[in-house]
């Protein structure tokens, strides 16, 4: 499978929304176009090492504990806890909603499935 396309400059898609744009309606877009992919996947299950993003969507980030976006389903997303030394040992997970997600992690989920789906190749799957 082809890599996923590198996102350094993510902030700057972010920028081009304006605090209009960030209504209800769209974040219930952007929720329906991550299940419309979702969907598309085998089991309804996808994590970030599927999708070989770089990193994993960051929901919190306090004192060396980070709350990590892993799996996405259909509904919702796993997150895992991490911290301990160097954040490396997994303290906790739980399960959330998409509709409880802040609108920017939303608009990241979408854009590694965007791009996932852009270089999905069939053979690969």
Not at 16 to 39: A, C, H, Q, T
Not at 56 to 72: A, M, Q, R, W
């Amino acid at each position: 499978m082809k890599y996923l396309k590198k996102y350094e400059n993510i902030d700057n898609i972010f920028d081009d929304w304006d605090d209009e744009e960030f209504d209800k309606d769209n974040k219930e877009i952007l929720i329906e176009d991550i299940v419309s992919y979702m969907i598309n996947v085998n089991d309804g299950v996808l994590t970030m090492a599927d999708m070989e993003a770089d990193s994993s969507p960051c929901l919190f980030n306090k004192d060396g504990i980070y709350h990590l976006v892993e799996t996405l389903y259909e509904n919702g997303v796993d997150v895992v806890v991490y911290g301990g030394y160097k954040g490396e040992q997994e303290i906790d997970d739980y399960r959330q909603k998409y509709e409880d997600l802040d609108k920017d992690i939303l608009m990241e989920i979408r854009y590694l499935l965007k791009n996932y789906f852009e270089n999905y190749e069939e053979d690969d799957y």
